[in-house]
Structures are given as structure tokens and as C-alpha cells.
């Protein structure tokens, strides 16, 4: 089949709805390059958790920005949009069509909308702004960023310590706050974008992911996470461990909370996770809209330029 020229394909959806089986057999029939589009299946050693594809349908069908960080590594919105505009110029070198496929909304915003200009984090400033959330705690430097960028407080839930962390983070490198900052954006593409969202009922949703949680402790993710806890340098504040379901194992691990705890806590937090990602998406209104994975709508979509 012939593709689109200098066309990028967003295909979007909520947790459990099946974007990667549909990107999968849209490659089956047209000459692809799939870019993950995902802030948790960037680390490498988190791959039951993640529902990462398996290495068999890796190798048969790749996906660019899977595994290039280790969990203590930080990788921000910026990384992401440098790292996948250059994955799409390789795609239209090649002669493929590139398809972003993931659920992380601030990624995809960061490609299509921009990010301001930020002052780049240092080893030594993500090292003192980690050793303050491990001694205050979240709340309390949410706290202290009110006080500096109440703007920005607004915006940031008191518990996300990374995005508290960087806003602190971006008064210390420059002095100004990160509301300041936020008013010169530069969109990542100059391409353009078909959208495709996938959003099956949520009652379907809603049992996708409790089936899938079971199916994740059926096939050792427990014993995954125990052997992220061997790593001296993890610790639960960090944003790998903070992906959901990894810190109710996290915990269960610790002892602080029972077995049927950790399970019933995870899945609640990944319908949430769910929800949010559904709001955002009813937003995409010039987007393809699917209950189900349908192929042939998809191309069809793709091809209609």
C-alpha cells in the first residue's frame, strides 16, 4: 500500500485498550516505524509491570524508545520530543511511516504543542532535589514551591513529586519560576498528524485491566519487582518506581501493605490512571475514534489525505 507523505500517526488510547496489537497489524500491511510513545516502557528491567510487548514481537515488529533508561535514570518531556522527532526523520528516510503509539499525554503534547525552554537539569541539582524529597516528603515541598510559584502549585498535585521537584528545580538553576518560563513554547513537528484514538467502553476497560493485573502476578511480576529492590539506587520516590502498580509491589514488598491490599490498590490506581488518560483523549476531536481495533478503518483513515 502506498502511505501518506511527511504524515506523522498519533495512535492514542487509554491503558488496556489494545493500541499495540492495532499498531501492529497496521504494520502488517504498510511499511512502518512504531515509536513507543510511553513514559514507563522507557526502563529497561520493567517489562511484566509495563506490559512492554515480549521479545519475541519486539524482534518481529520493533519499537523505537522501548528499554533506554535504567530506573534510576530521569527522562524528561524534552528527551522524549528530541528522541522521537529524530526516530520520525529516520522513518521518512526510510521510506516508513511513522506511528507513535502510547497513552502518555505530556509526550504527545510535547511534540504537537511544545515545551518552553527550561533550564537542563545537572547531576548535581536532580542529586540535591532528590535528597530533599527523601528528608520532606512531597507534601512539604509542594509547600515550599506555593510559595515561590503559586501558579504553578495549582497546576501540580501535591503528591507528584517529579514535577514538584523540577518546578523547585528550575527557580534554583535560573530564578525564575517555572510559570515564567512556560510562555515560549516550541512545537517539536513540522509534520503533519493523523489522529487515531482507541477507546473501547469503559466497562470493557475497566475488566481488561483487572485481567491483566492477575495475568502480570500470574507471570512473575512480583519477582520482578524484588529484583528492582536488589538496586541500591531505587528507592519508591523515584519516577520509575512511582509507575502504577510498581509502588502498591513496592510496598507489599516493604511490608506495609497485605497482598489483596497491594492488588485491589493497583488496580483502583490504574483505572484512575484510565480515566485521566480518557478525559484528555475526548479532547482529540479531529482524531479517528474506535470502540475496537479495527485495521482496515485504521488504514483507510491513514491513507485519506
Known sequence: MSMPAKTVVFLMGPTSSGKTALAINISKHIKTRLISVDSALIYKGMDIGTAKPDAQTLKAYPHQLINICTPEQTYSAHDFAKDARAQIIQAFANGELPILVGGTSFYFNALEYGLSKLPESTAESRQKFQQLLQEKGATALHQDLAK???????????????????ALEVFAISGKTLSELQGNKQSALEFGIKKIVLMPPRSQLHENIKNRFNSMLENGFLAEVQALKQNPNLHENLPAIRCV????????????????????TAIIKTRQLCKRQS??????????????PDTKQALDFVQSI
Open 148 to 166: 515561590i510559584d503559586q501558579k504553578a502549585a495549582n497546576r501540580i498535585h501535591p503528591n507528584d513529586s517529579q514535577r514538584i521537584t523540577r
Open 245 to 264: 502498580g510498581y509502588r502498591q509491589a513496592w510496598q507489599y514488598l516493604d511490608g506495609k501493605i497485605d497482598k489483596q491490599t497491594m492488588i485491589e
Open 279 to 292: 478525559t484528555w483523549l475526548k479532547t482529540e476531536t479531529d482524531a479517528l475514534i474506535l470502540q475496537s
